[in-house]
């Protein structure tokens, strides 16, 4: 009898399919980013997000809007856009937090995550992920508080 592995594991190269999906979809934003000077009107990224928010489903898309409103409303000189196929906000070009919508990995929790960028530093250690499964008015809280801070 020949290997008894499935053809899902013969298949296996180091990421999952939600994962080289992410993946292309960064490619797709790095060539659109890069087409400079191109006849084709540029997207707007706010309304990018906006829509990508709008293809969520279920929980994810109430805390992806409500996560949307907070950074927005608390860091204004963050600038919407699209990382890997999700909401992330900027400052000066670097990602400073991203909303991961537990579908897109199937994930039983969504992620709230801040990059380098965020000015989140306590001490010697310090969260930069915060998993997310729906928004308290506490949580809505803290997470402007957060916001803030790392938009410094």
Not at 5 to 32: H, N, P
Not at 36 to 64: H, N
């Amino acid at each position: 009898m020949k290997g008894t592995q499935s053809s899902a594991e013969e298949k296996y190269d180091g990421f999952t399919a939600e994962e080289r999906d992410a993946m292309k979809e960064r490619a797709k934003e790095l060539k659109v980013s890069s087409r400079r000077g191109s006849r084709t009107p540029k997207a707007d990224p706010e309304v990018e997000v906006l829509a990508k928010i709008a293809e969520m489903e279920g929980t994810d898309r109430t805390i992806a809007e409500r996560l949307h409103d907070i950074i927005r409303t608390n860091a204004p000189a963050l600038s919407s856009k699209l990382w890997y196929g999700m909401p992330a906000y900027a400052r000066d070009g670097k990602i400073v937090c991203f909303f991961q919508p537990a579908l897109k990995f199937k994930a039983r929790y969504a992620t709230l995550g801040f990059n380098d960028p965020a000015d989140l530093d306590e001490g010697t250690m310090w969260p930069t992920a915060f998993a997310l499964t729906e928004l308290t008015p506490s949580d809505e809280t803290r997470i402007a508080e957060l916001v803030k801070k790392a938009a410094g």
